[in-house]
Nanobody, 119 residues
Framework: QVQLVESGGGLVQAGGSLRLSCAAS????????MSWFRQAPGKEREFVAG????????NYADSVKGRFTISRDNAKNTVYLQMNSLKPEDTAVYYC????????????WGQGTQVTVSS
């Protein structure tokens, strides 16, 4: 399995921006479909965005479309989540996750990074 470490979270005012990073190690990064999930207090974890191994296919939750952008740099073994026009409801712990190409399960998860958006 690949090991994942997120960074870039913090406190930001509504309307602001943050960029999250997720650094991978241990396996060939380009063999993995990568996603970001988030979990707010008292709520279930939810999908935010996903990106294929080549970066050619990306998908987003409706709640973040047009505001968030997922990208990856396979040479740096890193996936990013650029978050713009942040809203208080984006407050959550954000996790990156890796799924081997051809499988249906996210077998690797990071420890999470806190994002807090103040109104």
């Amino acid at each position: 399995q690949v090991q994942l470490v997120e960074s870039g979270g913090g406190l930001v005012q509504a309307g602001g921006s943050l960029r999250l990073s997720c650094a991978a190690s241990g396996r060939t990064f380009s063999n993995y479909f990568m996603s970001w999930f988030r979990q707010a207090p008292g709520k279930e974890r939810e999908f935010v965005a996903g990106i294929s191994w080549s970066g050619g296919n990306r998908n987003y939750a409706d709640s973040v479309k047009g505001r968030f952008t997922i990208s990856r740099d396979n040479a740096k073994n890193t996936v990013y989540l650029q978050m713009n026009s942040l809203k208080p409801e984006d407050t959550a712990v954000y996790y990156c996750a890796a799924r081997s190409v051809g499988t249906a399960t996210f077998a690797s998860w990071g420890q999470g990074t806190q994002v807090t958006v103040s109104s």
